[in-house]
């Protein structure tokens, strides 16, 4: 039941907001006259700075830890300011907000209730904050006046257990005191717009403060950030880089996620320098695939071309990279290099290796300048023979890969029958993607190392592989996105079957928030990526699959609005289930059956080291005899 004052709150709310829509916006609506100090609610406080910053999405699963806050979101909603996504499960709606921001760069928030909700939701957020992505995390908290336990709070007698765990991951903020939150935005912009750091920022919004009224100054709430370009002062560590490079005969650069959007830069610094370049699994088209400098990935999983290129260069330049596993064979991926060039805007991550020459800030500032400078002086006629042994090794490893998609289909013991090998039909569902300028997602497991191993892209932008956290069931949760967007792309999540079954609630999301896209199911019948490991480790698989044989393309057909086809057992069969399911105006599920077993036709193979299981005593001895 409403009382006379929550009515009268409810009027006020409904009031604030139809001015600001009416103005545009809350510095318009200001400036047209709005009064600048507000009483409100704290819930709609935090509404209200999070507009300032460009927040106008939530992505919400509502409990009775976040009823206040739902109510203005629906009053809000009806004024036409915000618009609330409300989906099934809080790991897949912390994923379509991360790929809000990383795909189309805009800024949104999660908002869960108090406890599990929150806690699914901090489980999802290891995405964001694992690939640098700005996101606001809403929860609902503990009551402040600590009169009991409050149901789903942590069972302890301590105070602020959410706002502590959840500031292990990023940075988070207890809304104990309703009067901070302009502190509280304050650290949130700056964290979820961090230019190189970014990550999820907690808000921890206790049961109780959310009611409660607050003076508020509209136009002392923080608004975005906005930050200049740094790089050094001056040009004595450009032109020791430059001198560094001009020495060397063979240059590889190591091209990390962070290079994301700045193709230009680094394409003109490694035609200069006359660098082999080298890509992670999150910078797949930075530089074009039929660049004859690009040598493909290179890593634990890399590729022929790649990982040569890493393991005989004599100087590293590392852009936009932290270095983890998968992109530097855990540390020894550049056996023969004697020095490394590291632009970077983090310190740390700049100063990862030994023997560096730090080149700090933003990477196309920085990188500009290397390359102005190399371009008085060229550095590249030593360089030849390097490049054409890098090209040798890239012709090698495209007629390595060219043999496997070219590979009938293999007989399988799960499927009883022919089915494509997952190579080959990652293949043709990325060459059908490219085909229609669709974005490819890539889940984990085989199906994603296969497929940064294959895609051939041409920029930025053409493929999200959520290789930060590798979290299973990413790539459908990040399709919702793109309903959200005035100008969507059309997007193919790639998924294993261990994946999808992770977060299949996208069916039902995609279907209530209209979402135009496709997901392509590779069913090898188990979680292969780990069953290959232990193979290659103990010799021995352990429950990595199951005995269910599930009908996906039932399952998916339960929806009202999806439409799920069989992609077949053959390339021409999928092809032709690739174009109906792109015809649907909708969400459609292809299932493919893949094959999964010895035959070394059925992979792409692991090129570099890895420091898990067994490998560790090895890779970890050479680890500690190498200098860098
Ligand atoms: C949420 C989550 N749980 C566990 C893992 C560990 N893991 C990585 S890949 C993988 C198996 C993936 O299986 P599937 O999606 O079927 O792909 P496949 O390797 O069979 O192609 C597992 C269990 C993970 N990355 N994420
Ligand atoms: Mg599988």
């Known amino acids: 039941m409403l009382t006379r004052a929550g009515i009268d709150t409810d009027r006020q709310m409904r009031e604030r907001a139809r001015t600001i829509a009416a103005a545009g916006g809350v510095e318009q609506a200001l400036a047209n006259g709005l009064p600048k100090l507000a009483e409100c609610t704290l819930s709609e406080a935090l509404v209200l700075g999070l507009l300032k910053q460009g927040v106008r999405k939530y992505f919400a699963i509502f409990g009775h830890g976040s009823t206040d806050l739902g109510n203005v979101l629906r009053i809000y909603e009806e004024e036409g300011l915000t618009r609330t996504i409300n989906c099934r499960n809080e790991v897949e709606m912390a994923h379509a907000a991360t790929a809000l921001r990383w795909q189309y760069g805009e800024l949104s928030a999660v908002v869960t209730s108090i406890g599990p909700g929150a806690m699914q ?3 999802g957020s290891l995405a964001a904050a694992s690939n640098g992505v700005g996101v606001y995390h809403i929860y609902g908290d503990e009551t402040t006046f600590g009169e ?23 940075q988070s903020y207890v809304l104990h005191t309703p009067e901070a939150l302009r502190d509280a935005l304050r650290r949130g912009a700056l964290c979820v717009n961090h230019p190189y750091r970014a990550g999820p920022f907690y808000l921890l919004l206790p049961l109780n403060t959310q009611p409660v009224k607050v003076s508020v100054n509209l136009a002392g ?12 002062a001056d040009d004595k560590a450009i032109e020791q880089a430059a001198a560094m490079i001009a020495r060397a005969t063979k240059v590889v650069i190591k091209v990390g996620g962070g290079t994301r959007g700045h193709d230009e830069a680094v394409r003109r610094l490694a035609e200069i320098a006359g660098a082999a370049v080298v890509l992670s699994p999150g910078s797949t088209g930075v530089l074009p695939d039929a660049h004859a400098q690009n040598m493909h990935v290179g890593g634990s999983k890399g590729s022929i071309s790649g990982n040569y290129a890493m393991a005989e260069a004599e100087l590293l330049i590392v852009i936009g990279s932290r270095a983890v596993c998968q992109a530097d064979c855990s540390g020894i991926g550049y056996k023969n290099a004697q020095a490394v060039i590291n632009i970077n805007g983090d310190l740390a991550d700049a100063l990862h290796y030994n023997k560096t020459l730090a080149l700090i800030g933003d990477i196309s500032a920085v990188t500009d300048r290397l390359a102005a400078k190399l371009e008085k002086s060229p550095a590249s006629a030593n360089k030849k023979s390097w490049l054409r042994a890098c090209a040798d090794k890239k012709a090698e490893w495209a007629a390595y890969k060219r043999k496997r998609f070219e590979c009938a289909p293999l007989r399988d013991d799960a499927w009883q029958k022919p089915v494509l090998s997952q190579p080959a039909a990652i293949k043709v ?51 919702l996105a793109s309903a959200l967007v005035g100008k969507p792309r059309y997007g193919i999540a790639f998924c294993g079957d261990g994946s ?13 928030h209209g979402v135009r896209g496709m997901i392509v199911i590779f069913d090898n ?17 352990f429950r990595t699959n199951d005995r269910v044989a599930v009908d996906y393309r039932m399952l998916a ?41 010895p035959d070394e036709l059925g992979g792409l193979g692991a090129w570099g080291e890895w420091n898990v299981g067994n490998w560790c005593q090895d890779v970890q001895s050479r680890w500690i005899k190498q200098d860098l």
């Not at 059908?432 to 199906?447: L, S, Y």
């Not at 188990?526 to 290659?536: F, G």
């Open 121 to 123: 939701a901090f489980a």
């Open 148 to 170: 009991g336990y409050n149901m789903q709070q942590v069972p302890k007698e301590e105070q602020g257990l959410f706002g502590r765990m959840t500031a292990v991951m990023g």
């Open 221 to 232: 709430l923080p608004a975005r950030p906005a930050l200049p370009k740094l790089a050094p």
């Open 429 to 479: 569902v990325a060459d059908f993607a490219k085909e229609i300028d669709a974005t490819k997602f890539f889940d984990a497991g085989d199906v994603q190392a296969n497929g940064f191993q294959i895609v051939e892209d041409d920029r930025t932008g053409d493929t999200f592989t959520e290789s930060g956290a590798s979290y299973m069931g990413f790539a459908p949760s990040a399709l």
């Open 500 to 512: 999808f079954m992770m977060n299949p609630q996208i069916l039902i999301d995609a279907v209530q």
């Open 525 to 541: 019948r188990r979680m292969a990526a780990i069953t290959s490991l232990q193979v290659a480790q103990y010799q021995a698989e």
């Open 557 to 597: 057909a339960a929806v009202p609005g999806v439409m799920a086809i069989s992609g077949g057992d053959s390339a021409i069969s999928l092809r032709a289930a690739l174009a109906t399911a792109h015809r649907h105006d909708g969400l459609s599920v292809v299932h493919v059956p893949v094959y999964f077993g």
